[in-house]
Structures are given as structure tokens and as C-alpha cells.
């Protein structure tokens, strides 16, 4: 579907997270020709955030000697509820103050380039289905876990977006009524008790009520170091603490789980994101508690599997997404 | 698209649910043209049960001064996983012991007609998608709350059954991850916090505790003979504790619904059922908790209403089931 002969210009795509850009230049073909990245500091607003995505396209631009104008477009996908017809993010938990932006057409007035925008995770899920782990897979749904936790569902082989393009938001779906305070206003959702922010949240907690943990050393006492990454690092080096938080998200990220197995009853859901490079010490558990509490003939007909493309998966995503466009 | 000519055979259409069985005559124009109710006694087994269906169609049948060769085929809506393809109800919490249950050719062997098998909570969505409050509408969810909680997807006009056929078990959503056990084997699911057997078993828990309520009255002190309409009946009359579980039950209710929103961006969630049957006693909780928990871009999305077709929908969706596959 995709061209693939050398001619047909590269796009631009940007993966727009809470945490961090990442912008690349993908070939007409899917091969990513060069990378650049830097933090969202999302706390700074979003002026500052178009500042820093124009700065890293700049940059990915002049290093492979290219002008904007060899461009096909520049694609964006960014974490929250993005109405990619209209290119205006109405909300976004991980980006604070971000309502209503018309993101699409800041970016195209800066950069004079045909611009789109998709939702972050849905790109990650068009990018697996065209290229890694759902590749041939009609019914999937894909979750990439990070700062936040996002998803996307692919139905009869097409993004499922809902009424008004905002489906998909399975980060916020409660699975404990009274549970943690989630940043979207709502509580006990996955996202407030499986996603990297969690794992960190939960983890300081804990060693600052002085429980014996490798963290304290790892982050020399600065709790707000604390991240999931270190959380994993340590729990790999055998700290129980570190394996107790882990082991808790993953259950929840379980439970996460047997809700999509029983809604969806997909082929497979595929589990991206930063959180996900944990890899087994994360899904192992996940798969035990949907083998224990989902319906048998739904747990029996689902793969529960890593993303194959990793952190390329979204910036993949949005280049597939915008080729389609422009093929249209 | 159905035939509304007085010519064709009609349908014959039974509803089995886990506490009641209703059957019906159902004209090829979709009228009912007769009913047949008695108890689903599902503790007795699935012999006994099948036995209660042929009763029950045998007296429509000669009711109406008709012979089964003048039917064009049964069609029966049950409660549990059911795959259509097969005519198997793969499992059912609220039909014990019901497992690998080919009921389609069971029925077919006691009356020689053609049978076909549908889940109950789609039969229910799709009669209300084309004949009551979701015509027209191609992206809605339904729910069906009475004994159990029923679901059922309809996206782009087409019911979602999934890649084996058991997709929409909303009742078996886990919204409180350490909540109530559920009949599923699972705990803290939609179902074991806002059916109306969740609301019968924490009234009469109440109750038994001492707590002042007019339902000890009502039951004569029998607290197994509460019921939800019971307590239902004592919210109307001012009782306290029978209002306050009503209220606890549609708080749960709507946390469902908070998820079918983020997760499905809907244009309507349709509510039926029994219990639904108390209309804005629940649903306006329900709707509060969605305006007040919801991605605000889906809440402002969706309507959510109760079912037009009432207890009729799963009879009349059965039987235009029916009619579409023999049309085909």
C-alpha cells in the first residue's frame, strides 16, 4: 500500500508525549532516516512545547540537508483526545492546560508545511498493525504504557474512533471506583494505578514511609528522582520493593486487561510504550490475572504480546497515517 | 427491510434469562402477536430448562390454533457467551452449571424447526436499534440490567461480537478491582455492584444488620424474598436505606457507563432490562456520575436513555435476528 520507491517525499513525524518529542523523517517507504529528541516539558505550556517541536523538525531538517519544502507533511501524533478532522486537541491529562488547541494549524502556520494530527496511541496502533506485532490482525486493541497509558482499537482492520473521534481512552477506564486521584479529574483509573507515573508515584511513597529499598541509594535520597525506570532497574537487581510495585501495576494492568478481554474479546492486544520495555516482569502477571478472571473462551482466543516497533511505533504510526491521507 | 407482508411465517421468539423465560409469536412484520412467560428455575439444569422452553412454545403454538410447520423458525436470546455460529452456549453465570451447551441443535432434536441462538443482551440491542431508541443511531452501546448486566456493541450499524464471538460482557467489567465476588469467578465486575441482584443481596445485607428500613415489613421478615423491585418500591415510598443502595447501585452504574464513554465515544448507551425498568431513579445518578467522571469531549457525545421496546426487546431483536438470516 505504501510507496516504496525512493522518489515520493519523506514526511515529518512527531510523537508528541507527556514526557518527551520525538520527531523523525520517515521515508515514503517506512524507514526512519534520522531521529531527534527532546523533553516536553509540558508544565511550560503548550507555546513553549510548538517552540521546541519547530526547533527539533529544524534541526532533523538541516542535518540531512533537506528543506521543509522537499517535505510531503509533517504528521504529529499527540497524547490526549485529538479530533484529527478538525486537528484541535480538546483535552489532554498529560499536557496540563491544553484545551481546545488547534495544534494542526499552529504547527502548518510556523512551518508552512501540510500538516495532521493524530492521537498518540492510535498512531502506535496503526503502526503495529501495519508493521510489528499486529501485522495481519483484524481485531486488536493497543495500549502503550508511559507517563500515561493509552490505547487504541482496531476493529475489521480500522481505528475505531468513536462519535467524535475520541474513543479509545482505555487509560481512563476505572477499575477501582475509589481508587488513586487520576490527573484527568477522574479516580481509579488504569492509568492512576499501572502507568510509569504510578509505578514512580507509588514507589517514593513507600520509601519515603522508610521501607527498606535500593531506591533510596539509587536516586541518593531525592525521592522525586524516583522513576519507573529505576523501579524496574532495581526490582531486576532483586529489591522486593521494587518487585511488590511492579508486581501491584502489573496486576492492575491485569485487571486492565480482563476488562478489554470481556468488552472486545480481541485477537490480540499489544502493549507498547515506554513502561511496556519491561517486557515479561510487566505481562507475566498481567496474562496470569486475565487466565484467572476473564471469561475462559475470551482468554482462550486472545495473545497478549509486546509492541515489535518499540518507541518508533507512534512517529511509524503517524507516517502511515499521514501517507494514507495524502494517497487519498 | 423486513417484510411486513401478512404472508410470511412468523418467528417464534423466546427471551431466556436467569430468572424468567418469556416466549413469543412474532409476525414477519414485527409484531408480537402472542406471549408465553414462566420461571427460568435455572437451578434445576439445563434439561429442566429446555423442558420449560418446549412447554412454553407448545402453549403459543396451540394458543394460536397453529401447528410449528407453519413457523418459519425459533429463535432463542440467552444470557452468556454464546456463539451464533455454533448455536453453543460456551458459558453463563447466571445459568449454573451451563457449559458447552449446544442448546441451538438441542431444541432443533425436541421440535424440529429450524433454531438459532443469540445472546440475550444483543438480541435486546439489536431490536432496539431498529425498532425503539437506538433507530438510526450506528455507534451505541446497550446494557441490560436485570438478574445480571448484559452487553452489547453496535458500531457502524453492525453488532460487534468479536474474534470468538463473546465480545460486549459489560456486565463483567471490573470497576472496583477488590470489589464484591461476582457469579463470573471474578470480583468486583459491573454486575456483582448494580444488577438487580447486587441490589437485593445489599438491601437484605442491610437489613439483617438491623438497620431501620420498611423492606422487613414488605417481605414480612423474609429477607430472601427481597428483590430489587422490592427495594425499589421502598425507594418510592421514602425508604432511606432502599433509596441509598439504589443510589450506591447507579453511582456503580454509571462508573460503568464512564467507561463505555472513554473507552467507546458513543452516540447513545441504551439502558434495559428489569431493573432499568426504574428509569431516572437510576439513570439520573448514573448520568451525574458520567458528566462528573467522563472525558468531557465523549460525555457531551452521548445520550443515554432507556429502552423503547422495554421487556420486549430481546423477544422482537431475536426474532429480526432470525428474520435477517433466513432472508439471507
Chains 1, 2 share one sequence.
Request: with cysteine; proline share 3%.
Amino acid at each position: 500500500m505504501m510507496k516504496a520507491d525512493g522518489c515520493s517525499p519523506p514526511v515529518i513525524a512527531v510523537d508528541l508525549g507527556g514526557t518527551k518529542i520525538a520527531a523523525g523523517i520517515v521515508s515514503a517507504g517506512c524507514e526512519i532516516l534520522a531521529r531527534e529528541y527532546c523533553p516536553t516539558l509540558a508544565d511550560e505550556g503548550i507555546e513553549a512545547i510548538i517552540e521546541r517541536v519547530v526547533s527539533a523538525v529544524g534541526r532533523l531538517i538541516s542535518r540531512q540537508g533537506m528543506g521543509l519544502s522537499q517535505v510531503c507533511c509533517i504528521s504529529v501524533a499527540a497524547c490526549g483526545a485529538i479530533d484529527s478532522e478538525t486537528g484541535v486537541i480538546a483535552f489532554s491529562p498529560n499536557l496540563p492546560g491544553c484545551r481546545d488547541i488547534p495544534l494542526r494549524d499552529m504547527l502548518r502556520d510556523r512551518l508552512g508545511v501540510k500538516t495532521m494530527l493524530i492521537n498518540d496511541a492510535n498512531a502506535a496502533a496503526w503502526g503495529e498493525h501495519h508493521l510489528g506485532a499486529g501485522k495481519g490482525v483484524n481485531n486488536l486493541v493497543c495500549l502503550t504504557v508511559g507517563t500515561g497509558i493509552g490505547g487504541a482499537i482496531i476493529i475489521d482492520g480500522r481505528l475505531y474512533t468513536g462519535s467524535s473521534g475520541s474513543a479509545g481512552e482505555i487509560g481512563h477506564m476505572v477499575i477501582e471506583a475509589n481508587g488513586a486521584k487520576c490527573r484527568c479529574g477522574n479516580t481509579g483509573c488504569l492509568e492512576a494505578l499501572a502507568s510509569g507515573t504510578a509505578i514512580a508515584r507509588e514507589a517514593a511513597a513507600h520509601v519515603a514511609r522508610g521501607e527498606p529499598s535500593s531506591l533510596s541509594e539509587i536516586v541518593a535520597g531525592r525521592l522525586e528522582d524516583i522513576t519507573a525506570e529505576k523501579v524496574a532497574f532495581a526490582a531486576r537487581e532483586g529489591d522486593s520493593l521494587a518487585r511488590s510495585i511492579i508486581n501491584q501495576a502489573a496486576t492492575y494492568l491485569g485487571v486492565g486487561m480482563v476488562n478489554l478481554v470481556n468488552i472486545f474479546n480481541p485477537e490480540m492486544i499489544v502493549v507498547g510504550g515506554g513502561v511496556a520495555g519491561m517486557g515479561d516482569m510487566l505481562l507475566d502477571p498481567a496474562r496470569r490475572v486475565v487466565r484467572e478472571r476473564a471469561f475462559l473462551v475470551s482468554a482462550e482466543a486472545v495473545s497478549i504480546v509486546s509492541s515489535q516497533l518499540g518507541s518508533d511505533a507512534g512517529m511509524l504510526g503517524a507516517a502511515i497515517f499521514a501517507l494514507q491521507q495524502v494517497e487519498k
